[in-house]
Nanobody
Framework: QFQVAESGGGLVQPGGSLRLSCSPS????????FGWFRQAPGKEREGVAC????????YYLDSVRGRFTISRDDDKNTVYLQMTSLKPEDTAVYYC????????????????????WGRGTQVTVSS
């Protein structure tokens, strides 16, 4: 059974940092595209970042570009989302997803229905 699991969420003050981890089970990172998505209360889910397995290219939501960094460690079979300069508006449940059935590239990832989703991890930015 193919699954992904997120970890690393929590409560942080504005301006602080957190690193989220995404660990697949039942499969390796290989060349799949991995994305991070988030959903705040009362809002639609939005794509935050995506990383391609083919060349490691990364795509970002405009509001997080320069503050968030998505990366992958094939040796540890883990995808990360390093978040810095966090703002209250970053508060949301963050989901990791792998696209095992779709394109290997991230173009258009925001609107794609990735095949494999985690249960999410809560990130709260508050003083």
């Amino acid at each position: 059974q193919f699954q992904v699991a997120e970890s690393g969420g929590g409560l942080v003050q504005p301006g602080g940092s957190l690193r989220l981890s995404c660990s697949p089970s039942g499969f390796d990172l290989d060349y799949y595209a991995f994305g991070w998505f988030r959903q705040a209360p009362g809002k639609e889910r939005e794509g935050v970042a995506c990383i391609q397995g083919t060349d490691g290219s990364a795509y970002y939501l405009d509001s997080v570009r320069g503050r968030f960094t998505i990366s992958r460690d094939d040796d540890k079979n883990t995808v990360y989302l390093q978040m810095t300069s966090l703002k209250p508006e970053d508060t949301a449940v963050y989901y990791c997803a792998a696209d095992m059935l779709g394109p290997l590239e991230c173009a258009g990832y925001e609107g794609r229905d990735f095949s494999t989703w985690g249960r999410g991890t809560q990130v709260t930015v508050s003083s």
